[in-house]
T-cell receptor, first 114, second 116 residues
């Protein structure tokens, strides 16, 4: 079945940029998502990108998609301590972006050091 | 306030003692789902429901049951819990937008279950 892979841990200094990477195997992925999980809380959608896009920017967040290599990244500029969380990559091959068919990665624990 | 509410948040139980984790959403969402989160494995879907009285298996349904008698509620039932069901459980819901189910899931805060 489909697989989504992420590295488990990332540490950065406050004020630096963070780059969280994700690879996926489903060549028919239509939508790709980044969710954030803060300590003791559920996941929240951060941003998403359609598969026909290469890049999406939203304030401090930049999502890059390399469809050929099946590689997705999330860049957080000027990382703050409040950005410390687990970040999940997710994908679907549903043409409607159905939440029913999301496949999640294992999550990357981002630690922001003062 | 729009939210997904799970109860209990924490539970320690023993093997074989039936338990139910409740989930309720106040956003009138058609779609609801249960996930379990285990270290290094991410989120795995247990069961989902597209609407009232419509449920289906996810990736790891063994040992679980669900029901969807009302739109707002989607309880997860463990008839005979075993230690391998020790996990963090999340309920989530989503809306149907113009006939499509959009990929934004709204999550509850999680229920941490320990089975001894």
């Amino acid at each position: 079945g489909e697989d989504v892979e992420q590295s488990l841990f990332l540490s950065v200094r406050e004020g630096d940029s963070s780059v969280i990477n994700c690879t996926y195997t489903d060549s028919s992925s239509t939508y790709l998502y980044w969710y954030k999980q803060e300590p003791g809380a559920g996941l929240q959608l951060l941003t998403y990108i359609f598969s026909n896009m290469d890049m999406k920017q939203d304030q401090r967040l930049t999502v890059l998609l390399n469809k050929k290599d099946k590689h997705l990244s999330l860049r957080i500029a000027d990382t703050q301590t409040g950005d410390s969380a687990i970040y999940f990559c997710a994908e679907t091959s549903s043409v409607s972006g159905s939440a029913r068919q999301l496949t999640f990665g294992s999550g990357t624990q981002l630690t922001v050091l003062p | 306030e729009a939210q997904v509410t799970q109860n209990p948040r924490y539970l320690i139980t023993v093997t074989g003692k039936k338990l139910t984790v409740t989930c309720s959403q106040n956003m009138n969402h058609e779609y609801m789902s249960w996930y379990r989160q285990d270290p290094g494995l991410g989120l795995r879907q247990i069961y989902y429901s597209m609407n009232v009285e419509v449920t289906d298996k996810g990736d790891v349904p063994e040992g679980y049951k669900v029901s969807r008698k009302e739109k707002r509620n989607f309880p997860l039932i463990l008839e005979s819990p075993s230690p391998n069901q020790t996990s963090l459980y999340f309920c989530a819901s989503s809306t149907r937008d113009r006939g499509r189910v959009v990929g934004e899931l709204f999550f509850g805060e999680g229920s941490r279950l320990t089975v001894l």
